[in-house]
């Protein structure tokens, strides 16, 4: 009966397992969409040995144990096939090696098992000779201890490429001593402190070494053990008590003491204050889980490795990406049947060491696995162990699976009478704490993965955003006449965004994944992206299939190419800005912002354009703000005459304006926050030519536009239309009057030259636009210029407004 | 494409991971059950007790349950009246397919075959109970070693 119960699961574990590389193998397929890829084969080497090895194993437990507890091993062997392919997943060296390592547990395992009485008779026995020489191959890692990954503690002993970490072993070294030592004192019943002296000394030992090493973790699991042993030996809940103040108090002593439970502990609190750098390992972890959503997004499909040590320590953040919470609650109730049946053989054993020794490997088993996900979920400070059975790892694995045999030796009673116990309520309430911690971060993985998950997956520090890009297209951004300005190139897999027209940097700005986005390109994302103007439907479905986004949209922009470039050659290499302007609209047809830079090759020289005191990033047509001086002179008199207006009627003028507030555009846009009078007041180029515009527009201010219409896979050209209605500032008349005062000599419109000076610069300024009487799209023009160059100024004026009436 | 079949994939993925829990949980479940029915098959052989009072006639007793007690509590399955005997003074208790004698801590002591009881002991057939003044002699039906729930596994 056993043993069909117990082929019956492993097949049910075998399907699972070749499911999953199935899916593995198919993987590149969705993430570059097409069937033209390298599929990925070799972790087929690893679920052929684990379908070999888990048969040997249980021919073995069938010949050695026929009364075994059934569940034990197919629960044990889905968790470490499960993790060996994640594994593989994540890094193929490091699957060859799990998968060598679980073949010699396996093997290990067997030879075990062949000579199982003998084990447990001697591990009771040489339980102080044991423990020693545990303790002292730990204490070899002070002097001859190494890392396999170069940095971090150096808890492994290691040669000609195999390491080994030896506080794995003595975990379940520590479990079988205390075992062996509160059975043999079962009967007495003497008061208790003195009894318990021996393991305590033995205990405080080991903490101390593990304290030197600064392996935190491996000590803070030694003194659960050790709580929950004398625990389930006293029945006395205030050990309890005693073992969380302690821990508690050794937490704030090391907090303020120790660096590493410092950062740990900073990082536990308040991940969000230092989301790059002490905090990073767990923000990626929480972005991984949130990703994951219900039902992950597929073996293969996720970013697992941008966790870091995803293939140990946060191996619960790769499997919850890929297989969400789905698969990460099925993972906790593999977890919770091996605890639960372990506890059950424990409370059926023939004897009181096999009861402690059980319930001990429960616990070890328990709460290693409770810690180390708690921690990848925020829910307890992060502790480097390793997932039982899951995690990579020689002594982790090789630990799991002697600890496996322990409890499968343990389960084998033949009718026999459990050896009697006297108070059972310590079993239950373990039973009860461990299956709450289970609960407990079963619904921190749902808060993670569906309440926090739109927040946190709209973070800008969330790399699967510029993955995402490498792998959509994303859309285009065209001039008025869809001319390409940016757009993407490259194949699925390398897409890459090309700047066409570089000198338009600063207005259309740049997609990258290490500087992030600027200008249109950020403002405009959620088209480029497609998270916009396509059907939800859409968005959904291919969140599903291939958790991305849509192909992005194209966006269609207000932009002249022809005048642009005009207007970039006459700035050249000055500082200052140009906008022209449709008076009637308010589309803009040229925004020019000198000095540029080359988006094309921001990735080398992003980091000296930030240090630029010039300024390059920085889009000076709209974030520019300079003195008005006497700019405005035809804007008074068009709404004053020759009359000297008072500072108030001045001030009421200007808010009517906009020149104290941001115009509404989508893009970076700035105003003058600092002033509310009209003397220093500082306006943006932008303001200047929306207020402008009235001179040419029977006196109203339009509402600007740039982005003017996207392309949806539906309706075609969407217009995006102006998020402002046009205000009516002064009569028609006024503004006809003021404009034809201002005419240019020879010429078919008004201009007028303004000068200004702050802090000893002197900024000149040039407002023109057509006149009441022009048959054609009324027109403004600005030009603000960094410089004391009149001549300049009209020269760049007349050129560019003769181009474009003459267009 | 290659998305829906891997989205099939990944559903019949979620479907094994359930199947193994699903199935691990409806075995449990099936146990318990199995072990419920053949508590309740488990049918305890029955046991004759030749109640005898000092020099009173003696009365024989039928049991056919798992618990039987003696004492002076009128509750008892075999109430004694007999100042000798305690209120709560044996019983006699079916397990591990044998009947066991146990002393509840009586004032007197019960002897079987002339021997104290201290712990549990195992009844065999004719064996004398002497609880104070009363003597009880144990008469077993002849099936007792072979317990149903053997049967039921030998048959399988």
Not at chain 1, 106 to 119: G, P, R
Not at chain 1, 178 to 198: E, F, G, T
Not at chain 1, 634 to 662: H, M
């Amino acid at each position: 009966m056993h043993d069909k119960k117990q082929s019956l699961l492993l097949r049910w574990a075998a399907l699972f397992l070749f499911v999953q590389s199935t899916i593995l193998t198919l993987s590149p397929a969705v993430r570059e969409r097409t069937w033209n890829v390298d599929y990925r084969l070799s972790h087929w080497v690893g679920f052929l040995a684990w379908a070999v090895l888990i048969i040997i194993a249980h021919r073995a437990t069938v010949k050695y144990l026929p009364e075994r507890d059934p569940y034990l091993l197919p629960a044990a062997a889905m968790l470490s096939g499960w993790g060996m392919l994640t594994i593989w997943r994540l890094d193929e060296a490091f699957g060859i090696r799990q998968t060598m390592w679980l073949g010699i547990s396996i093997i290990i395992f067997i030879l075990a098992l062949s000579n199982q009485q003998k084990i447990i008779t001697f591990l009771r026995r040489y339980k102080y000779v044991l423990l020693s020489s545990g303790l002292l191959i730990t204490a070899l890692t002070l002097i001859f201890g190494t890392n396999p990954l170069g940095i971090g503690p150096r808890l492994w002993l290691g040669c000609c490429g195999i390491y080994f970490q030896p506080s794995e072993p003595l975990k379940l070294l520590l479990v079988i001593y205390l075992s062996a030592y509160l059975a043999d004192r079962i009967n007495i019943h003497l008061s208790s402190l003195p009894l318990l002296i021996p393991t305590l000394v033995v205990t405080g030992l080991a903490l101390l070494l593990l304290l030197v090493q600064r392996d935190l973790g491996t000590a803070s699991i030694f003194i659960c053990i050790f709580t929950i042993a004398i625990f389930l030996y006293t029945g006395k809940r205030r050990v309890l008590l005693i073992a969380a103040l302690f821990l508690s108090t050794a937490l704030v002593i090391g907090y303020f003491s120790i660096d590493i439970i410092n950062i740990r502990v900073e990082g536990w609190l308040d991940p969000w204050a230092d989301p790059s750098g002490k905090s990073y390992q767990i923000v990626q972890s929480l972005l991984a889980v949130a990703n994951g959503g219900i039902i992950g997004r597929g073996i293969g499909i996720g970013s697992p490795l941008l966790v870091p040590v995803a293939i140990s320590d946060f191996i619960f953040a790769a499997i919850a990406e890929e297989t969400g919470l789905v698969g990460t609650i099925g993972l906790l109730a593999l977890i919770w049947l091996i605890l639960s049946r372990g506890l059950i053989a424990s409370l059926r054993a023939a004897d009181a060491f096999r009861r402690y020794l059980a319930a001990g490997i429960v616990t070890y088993l328990g709460i290693q696995s409770l810690l180390i996900i708690g921690g990848n979920l925020r829910l307890f400070p992060l502790t480097g162990v390793t997932l039982p059975f899951v995690s990579y790892g020689g002594s982790s694995l090789l630990t799991s699976f002697i600890a496996l045999f322990l409890l499968l030796t343990i389960s084998n009673v033949e009718d026999e009478e459990p050896a009697p116990l006297q108070n059972p309520k310590p079993y239950t309430l373990l039973a009860g704490m461990l299956a709450l911690g289970l609960v407990a971060i079963a619904l921190t993985s749902a808060w993670w993965a569906i309440v926090r998950a739109p927040d946190m997956l709209n973070r800008t520090d969330n790399p699967r955003r510029s993955i995402a890009d490498r792998y959509v297209p994303r859309g285009k951004l065209l001039d008025r006449n869809n001319q390409p300005i940016n757009v993407t190139e490259g194949e699925s897999g390398t897409y890459e965004r090309v700047y066409l027209y570089p000198d338009l940097a600063s207005i259309t700005g740049y997609t990258q994944p290490v500087y992030g986005q600027a200008g249109l390109e950020a403002t405009l994302d959620d088209y480029l992206r497609g998270l916009q103007g396509n059907p939800s439907s859409l968005i959904w479905w291919d969140h599903l299939l291939y958790g991305t986004p849509p192909p992005g949209l194209d966006v269609r922009l207000s932009l002249s190419l022809t005048l642009q470039s005009k207007a970039d050659q006459l700035l050249g290499g000055h500082a200052g800005a140009i906008i022209l302007m449709n008076a009637e609209t308010g589309e803009i047809l040229t925004m020019a912002s000198h000095p540029t830079y080359d988006p094309n090759k921001l990735s080398e020289e992003g980091e000296a354009l930030a240090q630029n005191t010039s300024a390059p990033l920085v889009n000076r047509a709209t974030q520019g703000l300079y003195p008005i001086g006497t700019a405005m002179q035809p804007l008074i008199q068009a709404k004053f005459g020759q009359a000297k207006p008072t500072d108030a009627e001045l001030k009421a003028y200007y808010q009517k304006l906009g020149l104290f507030q941001a115009p509404v555009l989508n893009m970076p846009v700035a105003f003058d926050i600092g002033t509310d009078s009209t003397q220093n007041l500082k306006v943006s180029p932008l303001q200047m030519s929306l207020a402008a515009a009235l001179l040419s527009h029977d006196g109203i201010v339009p509402a600007p536009r740039i982005a003017t219409a996207v392309n949806t896979p539906e309706q075609g050209w969407v217009v995006l239309p102006a998020e402002k209605m046009p205000v009516e500032v002064i009569q028609a008349e006024a503004a006809n009057e003021a404009a034809l005062s201002f005419i240019a000599k020879g010429k078919s419109y008004w201009n007028h030259v303004g000068q200004a000076s702050a802090d000893d610069k002197i900024f000149t300024w040039l407002l023109a636009g057509t006149l009441p009487d022009w048959k054609g799209a009324p027109l403004v023009l600005v030009v603000t210029l960094e410089e004391n160059n009149i001549f300049l100024a009209n020269y760049i004026g007349d050129t560019i407004f003769d181009a474009a009436l003459n267009q | 494409m290659s998305g829906a079949i891997i989205l099939a994939l990944r559903l019949i993925l979620a479907v094994a991971l359930y199947g193994f829990l699903g199935w691990a949980l409806l075995v449990l479940w099936r146990d318990i059950r199995r072990q419920g029915i053949s508590l309740a098959n488990r049918r305890v052989p029955s046991i004759n007790l030749t109640v005898r009072h000092g020099r009173g006639s003696p009365i024989v007793k039928n049991f056919s349950q798992p618990e039987i007690t003696l004492g002076r509590d009128p509750g008892s399955d075999i109430p004694l009246i007999d100042d000798t005997v305690s209120t709560r003074h044996a019983q006699l208790t079916y397990h591990h397919n044998q009947w066991w004698l146990e002393d509840l801590s009586s004032t007197n002591g019960t002897t079987l075959n002339q021997t104290a009881v201290t712990m549990p002991t195992v009844l065999t057939a004719g064996d004398e109970i002497q609880c104070g003044d009363t003597r009880l002699i144990v008469n077993l039906s002849t099936n007792t070693l072979v317990s149903p729930t053997q049967k039921l596994e030998k048959k399988r």
